[in-house]
């Protein structure tokens, strides 16, 4: 066991745990940070993405000795009033049906704002690429990151 500083959606959090264990668990069992999804568990479907410094990242196959003291952002950070402009486009454009993958999506498609403030369809669809819809809802899902592009953009 190795005690772990880390920064999980602006808080500090202390944890003791194996330093393999990967950083889905520790979020989710160990944080009740939930809303981040246990897919595959081999880091290709997506459905674990959160962002690591801004990056996006599977963590399903992160292990926590790997984290480090960076920033940890799961789809918690935007809280529940859905009024980030992701939230809002992703309701505006009923993205969701099962909704299995969305958490993901969206911080996957944070990610790609937060870098490109307006990206053209090829440069969403290659970032979203590694991020799988059982459902096929692509094209909403494209939509929905244009919308939020166009009010605003990602806020951090």
């Not at 772990?4 to 808080?11: H, S, T, V």
């Not at 393999?20 to 479907?45: E, H, I, N, S």
């Not at 009024?83 to 299995?100: D, F, K, M, N, T």
């Not at 990206?119 to 899902?141: F, H, K, Q, V």
């Amino acid at each position: 066991m190795s005690t772990f500083n880390l920064r999980i959606n602006g808080q500090a959090r202390t944890l003791d745990a194996p330093g393999d264990m990967p950083l889905l668990w520790a979020l989710r069992d160990r944080f009740g940070l939930t809303g981040t999804k246990y897919g595959c568990g081999v880091g290709q479907c997506g459905s674990c993405t959160v962002l690591l410094d801004g990056d996006p990242i599977r963590s399903c196959v992160t292990i926590l000795s790997d984290v480090g003291e960076r920033s940890i952002e799961t789809i918690e950070r935007f809280g529940e009033d859905g009024e980030h402009p992701l939230q809002r486009a992703w309701i505006e454009e009923r993205v969701s049906q099962c909704g299995y993958c969305q958490p993901g999506q969206i911080m996957n498609a944070a990610a790609l704002l937060a870098a490109n403030a307006h990206p053209s369809d090829d440069e969403i669809n290659r970032a979203m690429s590694g991020n799988l819809c059982r459902c096929g809802t692509y094209l909403r899902i494209r939509r929905a990151i244009r919308r939020a592009s166009e009010d605003g953009g990602v806020r951090r």
